[in-house]
């Protein structure tokens, strides 16, 4: 069956950086869009960034700029680095697999790893 392995998240002061890490098993890696999303306390999930399977690139607007979304189709790994880190970007983050066609909705993806925190202190 499909798994997406979050890991990378931890504790970091603001500006500092991070960068997750989804290995995927399970399905054909090249094939599928995959997504970044995170949930804050007290907040619902949202979409923070996407990567297709061509490599076309989109991010939310709280991100643009500071995030970057890369995959390598070899180690069917998709990363999520994360530069000049707020305390807004404390969240649990979330990767997930969508084929082919990539979204920023949440109910879009199939498949959905078990997250990893992150958090940022000021």
């Known amino acids: 069956q499909v798994q997406l392995v979050e890991s990378g998240g931890g504790l970091v002061q603001a500006g500092g950086s991070l960068r997750l890490s989804c290995a995927a098993s399970?399905?054909?890696?090249?094939?599928?869009?995959m997504g970044w999303f995170r949930q804050a306390p007290g907040k619902e999930r949202e979409f923070v960034t996407y990567?297709?399977?061509?490599?076309?690139?989109y991010y939310a607007g709280p991100v643009k700029g500071r995030f970057t979304i890369s995959r390598d189709n070899a180690k069917n790994t998709v990363y999520l680095q994360m530069n000049s880190l707020k305390p807004e970007d404390t969240a649990i983050y979330y990767c997930a697999a969508r084929f082919r066609v990539a979204s920023t909705s949440i109910a879009a993806y199939d498949n959905w790893g078990q997250g990893t925190q992150v958090t940022v202190s000021s």
């Open positions: 399970g399905l054909t890696f090249s094939g599928h869009s």
């Open positions: 990567i297709t399977p061509t490599g076309l690139t």
